[in-house]
């Protein structure tokens, strides 16, 4: 593997689910594969579970890392080619990917979408640009438009709960203050259609998903229509989509409530997490049993850990 | 040992101070017990000496680190329960305490006082939220309330220093242009009464530090009769614990001076720093040979050491 | 070697030229030296490649890094001597080296000229507080007035892609919308001066280079004249030295251009970075198989290896 940009890049996710699980059982086992290595982390937006678990997941692997935050720590950079750079910016991509892939054996960036401009968020410029001005693997720790990480950890996840043959999984939106990116559900989907489940998707109207992406997948308005005989229930916000980055309702009839959890088939509850309490979930749902949500963030560590080790493996 | 919140938590100070000594003469004895383990380190406010001294524990230690700033490169944290989530915070204690102590083995933490809400800050609702939804050991690197790894490097640097049987110990009051917090001022009292010391506090009116801490120790106006003969003064400014978090008076008459170090008995003088030079206490002080604050700040490494070593070695 | 603040603290420059060349082949082969020690990284400004390179180096040697961001990690500093704190600044510089010093066995900072007072920033008051009141080499990351591991990085690039006795080497101005300091050209100056080369300087008016660095080294205002025949032109923005930290001009007759190359001697292009694209030079040279930027950095690390080795070996 010789990047991870998005599930697609993992040549096989069943693979990868079992392998996870195994790092997961013994996470030194591969102690030496990360003798003498470097990973550079880049951050361009704010950070805790993907900050903590990437780095304890390099550790794990005997990889040493190195942390930059864009924000404050270093220059402004500029994506655009061809510009006449007397601006903010002091320094151009192709320099400072070139620069930094130098020092450092494997990249993982973070760079958020910035809702405003629907074409340059799916263009990825940060995260493409890094890869087409650097000569080593680079890792997505969440761009504009995926999170393969957490879709992994998600699979993880799901593998290790389950009980029956073909579980129904249920994505439903919720609402949030704030404009979301689309990344987590987009990562979410490409996961689920990989694998062998009966997968709905439900949202108020206006709130699809880039169709690209969810192709055939059934989208329904009803959330409760939704939930019915549910085995697990994904809730994530996002802003819309066809009115690019855009909140078109912010109720609370979309948040996932006890009550609601009722017309599932005990569902186990599932949120990428940083999770607005008693906005997109209520504390019933969190707190409860079938609240999966922490094991989900521990699996992040094996995700990253399963992902770090293939590119070191092939490097 | 399971946790470091005050000193209260070291079941035998004596052994502690004996152990830092130790420590300190071969910092690398126990270089093995951190092996694949590794502190998480959460900074909610600025730190210089907790933060390099603490690494470097860790490091000799044989233990990992990865630091965390709340200010700048992480979520939002709510800390009220049954909240609806529609502010500024994006992430509850709850989930971020029970994601991160996933990733670490041991918590570090360092959260101060508001000082405007005093019932809040003695709830230590960082700490204890951390506590609550973490499941492995957490160390208090400067709280609302308290600062015991500071007490326990000044205790070891009394040990070092002192050279009669029963020394005078006081702790005076100075001088701040910025409303500080009280947790040096009560850890440093909770740790000398422990220790079988004459000892004395003094402070103008209205500055008394907490009575549930200070007890009968015996607390004077008079600064000039309270350094008569003494050992040790350990100078330090906190704001008003009655009326909560307020400055009463910012006049220079209680700095420590040279011509006030005369009316002791050759004492040593201590401050745990950041010291304000001509305001806390003098220049003439600060530089001359029996301020001890620059070996306080040495110890800070060996108090971290014995209290990592202690959780690492429970668990 | 005790401390590397300038060039000049190189015993023998062209030794360590040769070092860097063969860490570069074998950037492992002193691993053992920094065993159980630490190198502290100080950041007062902005930092990409200096931060990152370092922190590679000391990798390379064994050597544990703390980082420690002043801008927004700790307390503002107090440099001046005498002075009653009453102001924004917490903590002096007498006390924070002092302390640092004891958590380090190294120290590296970082530290701009201010460009507003010439004789402060001559005095290299941070750099020169740290090395008065700390115990411990400290290593120069950029300072007020020179850029010394800039300097050691380029000449090793020099002499990788030299191929004549004695080469022709123009330093030239170039344009930038911002008032930078004189460090880099300080150190490019240093550095040559100590090498059998053919040297020249060139730059508008009134933006002559501190004469006690330059000395007799040929200046002339014709950019044009002076890249007649160059094998290697260094371009470099910098503030009026005279004027202190003004902008004279940021017209673009002074940019670097493909057209300006055509005069040299098929000369390579060299700059220390950040820079800024089709201001300081246009794209076509950037991009050009002459520009050897990308290999400046590389060498970074191997210039902080060689430094940091010798400092280690001395210790």
Known sequence: MKQFLTLDDLPNLHQAISDGILLKKDPYAFEYIGNRKTLGMLFFNP?????????????QLGLKTMIMNFSNESWNLEFEDGIRMGGLSSEHIKEAAGVVSQ???????RAFASLTDKEKDEQEIVLNSFIKYSNIPVINMESATSHPLQ?????????????IKRPKIVLSWAPHPKALPHAVGNS??????????????????????DPKITG???IINSQKEALK????????????YSNYGKILRTDEEWMLTKEKMKITNNAKFMHCLPVRRNIVASDDVLDSDDSLVIEQANNRTFAAQVVLKRILENG
Chains 1, 2, 3 share one sequence.
Request: with cysteine; net charge negative; hydrophobic share 45%.
């Open 47 to 59: 950070s805790l579970r993907t900050r903590l678990s990437t780095q304890r997941a390099a550790q």
């Open 103 to 109: 020092y450092c054996d494997v990249l993982a960036i």
């Open 151 to 163: 879709a992994l950890a998600d699979a993880i996840t799901i593998k290790e709960n389950n009980l």
């Open 188 to 209: 979410f989907v490409r996961m689920v259609k990989q694998l062998d489940f009966n997968f709905i998707i439900t949202n108020p109207e206006g709130y699809e998903l």
């Open 216 to 218: 055939d997948i059934p």
């Open 229 to 240: 005989g549910a085995d697990f229930v994904y809730v994530k916000n996002w802003s819309s």
